[in-house]
């Protein structure tokens, strides 16, 4: 078994200060895991045999109350756009241009999107993510109505004529 970090001293006080509270949510098993380390001496094993917890849940939890103290055991750090590759703001801003492109009528192609965001972020990417991109942001994938390329346009108005007199 590995040697357990020691915990100093201005965090036991810390510490013993927080055990007087009352906790909200989970704050009081991320608390316990700390506590019956300091007090009891039990191994992370058996503090996650107590609290039905991983092993690596009860150190993750004791190393972030060396690190952080007190907010490690009251702000759970979880989740977010972790491995994105720009914040939501700047991939607004770069999208602003082809807002603008739309907005007059003409057509985006994803892959000039594409070429553009590699450009921008100076690495390649994936074409799906520049579709997850478009599809967080709320752009909808908008397609011309349809036409037969041998379509008659004269016949085609002499119908629509023909169709609004007998109306």
Known sequence: ????????????????????????????????????????????????RTLDLSVNTVRFTQKDFIDNGVSALTELKRGGRIRCLMPLEAEESFLKHYEEKASQGELLVINEIKIALEKHLGRSIHKTTVYRMLYRHGWRKLVPRPSHPKRNQQEAEAFKKGASQKR
């Open 1 to 48: 078994m590995r040697p357990s970090t020691p915990i100093p001293a201005q965090r036991l006080k810390e510490l013993e200060e927080f055990r007087k509270k009352k906790w909200p949510g989970n704050e009081f098993q991320r608390f316990l895991c700390v506590w019956l380390r300091v007090e009891h001496q039990l191994s992370t094993a058996e503090i996650a």
